[in-house]
């Protein structure tokens, strides 16, 4: 069994979360906040059986496309000091993390 944890933009966690679960798959939900754009995330948890982790990912990168926003300066590069400019970053995609679980029990 494996245990995937899947950071995402919180503009992809709805479609994400929808699609998992129409395909069959549990997640728990976590708010996060990124570190880079200080912007909030959302990391979901699946746990399935090693075979379904290939299923998964494709739906997370389905899900979880990269594209581009304006963001200004300061916030794009974390620091305290305002340019006058905006920064175009990239956004979305997905984080994703695989481990092994030893042990699944469900109370």
């Not at 000091?81 to 905006?86: D, I, L, N, Q, R």
């Amino acid at each position: 069994m494996k245990l995937i944890l899947a950071v995402v933009n919180n503009d992809d966690s709805s479609m994400l979360s929808s699609t998992l679960t129409t395909s069959g798959y549990s997640a728990t939900k976590l708010a996060t906040t990124g570190g880079f754009l200080r912007a909030g995330n959302t990391t979901l948890l699946v746990g399935v059986d090693d075979e379904k982790v290939d299923d998964v990912l494709d739906i997370i990168s389905k899900c979880c496309k990269k594209r581009t926003q304006i963001a200004p300066a300061s916030s794009a590069y974390g620091m305290e000091v305002y340019a006058s400019y905006p920064v175009e970053v990239t956004v979305g995609g997905a984080t994703v993390f695989v481990v092994n679980v030893d042990q699944f029990i469900k109370l």
